[in-house]
């Protein structure tokens, strides 16, 4: 006689989905608090954070769940009388703009060189690619900073843009996703007339547009969060800090302003997650399966 399955078969996704959304709903409470603080007022906030230090280590901290006035000034304060942390936003996006652009003209193109044509040396720069995504940037720093200065970019915007349209990590990802692209596609294309460089964009590029999509989000990110190479390349030029760089002085000392600051910093990321979403699951998921 069988025994009767109590827990069902779909029993265990369920418990699993139920874990899954209370794990991102913990981690979304900090966002979620960000923008609801964003529309207090400066007086409020600097009052609030006042209090940082000074509560009972026996009980929770007090957590204000909605404003006394609901107020736009933070955002008056950044975007039109004092325009410091929106200068300092444009940087970051002008140098995620340009490290992005810079990537999407080299960083496949060496990927496909790298995973369809033999020539000589062909391994060893592979090697050198992988060295250098294992190797931390404290370890190349000194290298990058005298190299930089030797050719004349320190403290400039391309000594931050420039290297990283070379790096390593999304070579290596794509490389590796093309490795799995069938030859007889291809050929395919060769058969009707397609030379190399039209079968890499007609051909390999749209089939390649999930994991280069993912490659994106994730370059978007690093960009966009970019600490050390703007505070190595750019010391002596404090007016072309991004905002990833100068945040830490919102929380500082309060103004009153750090939280809209905050939730303006987080909406490019949070967008660019957004649209690439379905680029991201299909790369991971094509990965897996190769």
């Known amino acids: 006689m069988k025994k009767r399955n109590l827990r069902g078969p779909g029993s265990g996704k369920l418990v699993t989905r139920a ?24 007086a409020e906030i600097k009052a609030f954070m006042g209090t940082r230090g000074s509560y009972d280590p026996d009980s929770w901290m007090a957590i204000k769940l909605s404003p006394q006035v609901f107020s736009l000034s933070q955002y008056y304060e950044i975007l039109i009388r004092d325009t410091s942390i929106l200068r300092m936003f444009v940087n970051s996006a002008l140098y995620t703009v340009l490290i992005l652009l810079g990537q999407a003209a080299v960083i496949p193109m060496m990927a ?12 060893a720069i592979f090697f050198g690619i992988i060295m250098l995504m294992l190797l931390p940037f404290q ?13 004349g970019l320190l403290n400039t ?12 990590f999304y070579i290596f990802l794509i490389r590796q996703f093309m490795l799995g692209l069938p030859n ?43 600490v050390e190479q703007p505070m190595t390349y750019l010391s002596q030029r404090v007016d072309m800090q991004p905002l990833s760089v100068m945040f830490n002085q919102l929380a500082g000392e ?3 302003i750090e939280f809209a600051g905050a939730a303006i910093y987080i909406l490019p990321a949070l967008f660019i997650y957004l649209y690439f979403l379905k680029d991201i699951l299909a790369g991971v998921q094509l990965t897996e399966l190769k």
């Open 254 to 256: 309060s103004s009153g």
């Open 157 to 168: 915007i391309w000594a931050v843009v420039m290297p990283m349209w070379f790096s390593p």
């Open 184 to 226: 007889e596609l291809l050929e395919a294309g060769q058969v009707d007339g397609a030379g190399t460089i039209r079968c890499y964009f007609n051909i390999v590029l749209p089939v390649c547009r999930p994991i280069i999509g993912a490659a994106v989000a994730l370059s978007f990110a690093d960009c966009w969060n970019l």
């Open 112 to 123: 496909y060189g790298l995973s369809r044509f033999r020539f000589r040396g062909r391994d």
């Open 19 to 42: 874990l899954l959304m209370l794990l991102a709903l913990v981690m979304l409470v900090p966002v979620v608090v960000t923008f609801l603080y964003s529309f207090f007022s400066p």
């Open 139 to 151: 370890v190349t720093m000194v290298p990058n900073v005298l190299t930089l200065r030797s050719i």
